[in-house]
């Protein structure tokens, strides 16, 4: 039985089924609150953007393509109200029929994913005010961008926030980004989320960071600094695991709510697993438990439960937070921990910051980019990166996001053959550059 | 001091200025033949595309910017003729005056860099028949594709090949590339050279495979299929390395002519040393002595050079021979060993090639990539990657680059937590699962 109709519940089905692909060897029964399954949260940015054409586009898997390819019963509308783990059973809600059902299960998967927080604020129930959770509240902002509504207020000026911002932009609104603390992208050092307030000044969005949201009001959002007009606002603010049906069974919760898992996903109670933006991860380097929620984690956690719930072995070795972004031209990644973070974590870091281009200087389009990169002092080894720059410049974090899986040292990185050639990257690659800088830091 | 003025010379000897700042320290004389120093021989190709709008756009640092920052003492237009090693002397032919003189030296290195082949086929001096070495040779190219030439013979499907044919495309021309070989690019595998060849007929070039030339004559070039008419013909069928001084002076050549050297790029005579295209390095995957010509090798040993002759420490790692280029919108990048070198090198390959996507598939500009790992059967450790695919693809070959440096297999690759937004990759980022499919390949 499956609890969740997004990543962490049906991949995790899809692959138990490909691990015993006989129906009558495996039954799945999945319930989803809503009508839609397998859908990409990540894409609605890009839909209220206008850049997807067709909001089925988002869908990956609908419950009919789940049922026939992967025999998996899932009925939708349907709101888990309560597990009893002595009975093994679950109290569900059919929202259609408007009656209670109470069904059995051997092995259970939770995958009930996060929400968007709403803080306690007066207002916040008002119509104009909206998270960023699943497909209709892509539409609804849709619709609010395509009629009229003239100005827009993002809470947060984290990754939703930056990329709502962008689909505001896109559609020609006027955008304001308040941001409670004193700089935007708090998963970036202070001095690498300058250069993404920069850009955000840059590509017209007028930004307000230390200011407090305080309250709404039908056309308009109080903060400390006064009223600030708004047709529509938008929450991106963080989201909040939905572990509260776990913990109410007595499954212990963990980081901020999040279900705790061990390395193969399962639960602390017997046949009960979690997958997705319910349940915590382990991070790699800092070693602490942390709660992301993040696609790839979601996806990567399911098929880690599904092949364990097939009868298969799998285990799932962790994070290390990285993580991709644009705004408008300006890209920006992230992986491990920040210089903060890291200090935070215990580490003594070591910091280098560089920069660059993204290709040869004198070939069209090369642009700036730049690279902190974050390395045990003494040791070397690598920590974190940060890179924020022009096109070409985010996905570099991955050789960062490789090397500090492997342990290597920021000395070791800097002697990696990387490729090179005039339209992908200077002679040195960036990397290369700050990894040396970052090795003779981490020297010192 | 220094023979030759690019990369692999003069790198290093404003490293070893760096190591010993001070002129009456380290006094140092660089020969050059040509009247240009440090120029991106790389940037070639884009010049005569007409993406460099100067040439001097492609010079990194004249011979003035050379004495006046590094204290070196250039003499352009000197073309060295010979080594004395017991005299510690060169001669050398100061070709403005005409006059030959003996110069000595206490610590000599060695940048006589690469010539493009020109194999001994009748014709082959006839001035249609270009090699691509020097920013002359741009030149030469650039006046005949903005001078009425309309039909291009490419000789050689590689790296120059290719990049040429994209050249002579962008000025409009008509451009075929012959290959003798049964398929181009013969740096990748068959399979993924089929995707350039391709490729190169989506974007209007014809192309030739399995026909050797056999002589150029005023207006065409003879093949063994017969004559094909021609304005001007490049040469793309790789380098030779420019090790005949070093060997007539005694000092030990090994694999093509390269000279050899150590980890400290110090050749077999004592105080004389290489770097670049002119010497050999190991490859990191098959233990080999190859010959790679390339700006990051030669820009990496020449500073590792630099720092040994400046008096301090430092050496080369060896290279895994990674490359990137492109074709129009077609990115390609190469790292290890494809599944062909790594039979030759003894290695029992196991490969997996999957199909993806550069994006998610629902945001604009989603292209198809293809990404081919080969690991070692058994161990499962990473030996070489290959990815051919639209835009975005090439630079992600770094990953893999990064994690065959650190000795990753195939399974720990495929769980790296790589990065992901909708405009970067899809949620599993194709190289993740490449990985995955090669682990299982190498289980089998």
């Excluded at 039954?27 to 990409?40: H, K, L, P």
């Excluded at 031209?329 to 070591?350: Q, V």
Aim: net charge negative; aromatic share 4%.
């Amino acid at each position: 039985m499956v609890i969740g109709g997004d990543a962490g519940g049906m991949a995790a089905a899809a692959q138990a089924r490909r691990m015993r692909p006989d129906a009558t060897d495996l039954e799945i029964v999945a319930f989803e609150r809503g009508t839609r399954t397998s859908f990409a949260a990540c894409g609605i940015p890009f839909r209220v953007g206008g850049l997807v054409p067709e909001l089925d586009d988002l869908v990956a898997r609908s419950p009919e393509e789940h049922r026939a390819r992967s025999q998996i019963d899932v009925r939708t509308r349907h709101d888990v109200l309560g597990i009893d783990l002595d009975a093994r059973t679950v109290e569900v809600r059919d929202l259609e029929r408007d009656e209670t059902l109470v069904e059995p299960f051997d092995q259970l998967l939770i995958g009930t994913g996060a929400r968007p927080i709403r803080p306690p604020l007066p207002g916040i129930d008002l119509d104009l005010v909206h998270g960023v959770q699943n497909l209709d509240d892509a539409e609804h902002l849709l619709g609010h961008a395509s009629s009229g509504c003239r100005r827009v207020v993002v809470v947060g000026g984290g990754y939703i926030g930056l990329e709502m911002a962008e689909a505001f932009c896109m559609q020609g609104m006027e955008v304001i980004v308040v941001e409670a603390a004193p700089q935007v992208m708090r998963t970036l050092d202070d001095d690498m989320g300058a250069l993404v307030h920069d850009a955000m000044v840059r590509h017209g969005i007028e930004v307000r960071t230390g200011v407090a949201v305080e309250g709404f009001e039908p056309d308009r959002v109080l903060t400390s600094e006064g009223p600030v007009p708004a047709d529509v606002v938008v929450l991106g603010i963080g989201v909040q695991p939905n572990g509260e049906l776990a913990a109410a069974a007595g499954i212990e919760t963990g980081v901020r709510g999040a279900i705790r898992v061990d390395r193969r996903q399962r639960t602390t109670a017997e046949g009960v697993w979690a997958a997705g933006d319910c349940c915590e991860s382990v991070h790699l380097v800092s070693q602490q438990r942390v709660h992301v929620a993040l696609g790839t984690v979601a996806n990567r956690q399911a098929r880690v439960a599904g092949i364990n719930i097939g009868g298969g072995y799998a285990s799932f070795p962790g994070v290390i937070g990285s993580a991709v972004t644009k705004l408008c031209s300006t890209e920006i990644g992230r992986t491990g921990l920040t210089e903060a973070e890291a200090r935070a974590a215990s580490f003594e870091p070591a910091a280098a910051t560089i920069t660059a281009k993204t290709r040869a200087h004198y070939y069209p389009g090369a642009e700036d980019l730049r690279v902190k990169l974050v390395a045990e002092r003494g040791t070397g080894r690598l920590l974190g990166g940060q890179i924020v720059g022009g096109e070409g410049a985010a996905k570099r974090i991955d050789v960062v996001a490789t090397a500090i899986t492997a342990g290597m040292t920021a000395a070791q990185l800097a002697e990696t053959d990387l490729s090179y050639a005039p339209p992908f990257s200077p002679v040195w690659d960036p990397v290369l550059i700050a990894a040396r800088k970052a090795a003779e830091a981490a020297d010192a």
